[in-house]
T-cell receptor, first 115, second 113 residues
Framework: AQSVTQLGSHVSVSEGALVLLRCNYSSSVPPYLFWYVQYPNQGLQLLLKYTTGATLVKGINGFEAEFKKSETSFHLTKPSAHMSDAAEYFCAVTFNAGNNRKLIWGLGTSLAVNP | EAQVTQNPRYLITVTGKKLTVTCSQN?????MSWYRQDPGLGLRQIYY???????DKGDVPEGYKVSRKEKRNFPLILESPSPNQTSLYFCASSVGGGTGELFFGEGSRLTVL
């Protein structure tokens, strides 16, 4: 079965440090990849997505992610963490660009940013 | 403003008392979906709808019903709630197709005693 793995359910960084949140998926089929963020007491919102084209994708709030087919990975990075980045981050994958919107979700990574 | 609106945001109820969580979107999206979020289990899809009068089961449909009589509304019905349905529920919508952005409501926290 296809799956999405987010390494580390909790990640803690200092303000100003690099943020790296890992996401790997299990499939040889070219996927469509997403990162969503959930701030406390809010719904999820899209950070960025990869569908086709350039493998380095830039999103909102200074985040970016790189699709590496050979590693089946889509890690999320931000050069310098800000206190406002503290949130839950979800990686999601779909292998179907048609009308079936079946997404496979990772379990999430909670990011804490320390002053 | 484009948004997905869920009501109620918070609800405490008792076992067996039927309840409905409403979801409405103002973006004319074809696709709508319900998820539940539980600690350690991430997001799990309950039901989804590709368009009006078209609904299908997700990964955890037991104990839930949905309907899609209008494009903008997608209510989630718990006919006889049980404590294992205590959870945080999210409604989401998107344009048709597999690569579009999902827009989420702010969530409905349900406690069943």
């Amino acid at each position: 079965a296809q799956s999405v793995t987010q390494l580390g359910s909790h990640v803690s960084v200092s303000e100003g440090a690099l943020v790296l949140l890992r996401c790997n998926y299990s499939s040889s089929v070219p996927p469509y990849l997403f990162w969503y963020v959930q701030y406390p007491n809010q719904g999820l919102q899209l950070l960025l997505k990869y569908t086709t084209g350039a493998t380095l994708v830039k999103g909102i709030n200074g985040f970016e992610a790189e699709f590496k087919k050979s590693e089946t990975s889509f890690h999320l990075t931000k050069p310098s963490a800000h206190m406002s980045d503290a949130a839950e981050y979800f990686c999601a994958v779909t292998f179907n660009a048609g009308n079936n919107r079946k997404l496979i979700w990772g379990l999430g990574t909670s990011l804490a940013v320390n002053p | 403003e484009a948004q997905v609106t869920q009501n109620p945001r918070y609800l405490i109820t008792v076992t067996g008392k039927k309840l409905t969580v409403t979801c409405s979107q103002n973006m004319n999206h074809e696709y709508m979906s319900w998820y539940r979020q539980d600690p350690g289990l991430g997001l799990r899809q309950i039901y989804y709808s590709m368009n009006v009068e078209v609904t299908d089961k997700g990964d955890v449909p037991e104990g839930y019903k949905v309907s899609r009589k209008e494009k903008r509304n997608f209510p989630l019905i718990l006919e006889s709630p049980s404590p294992n349905q205590t959870s945080l529920y999210f409604c989401a919508s998107s344009v048709g197709g597999g690569t579009g952005e999902l827009f989420f409501g702010e969530g409905s926290r349900l406690t069943v005693l």
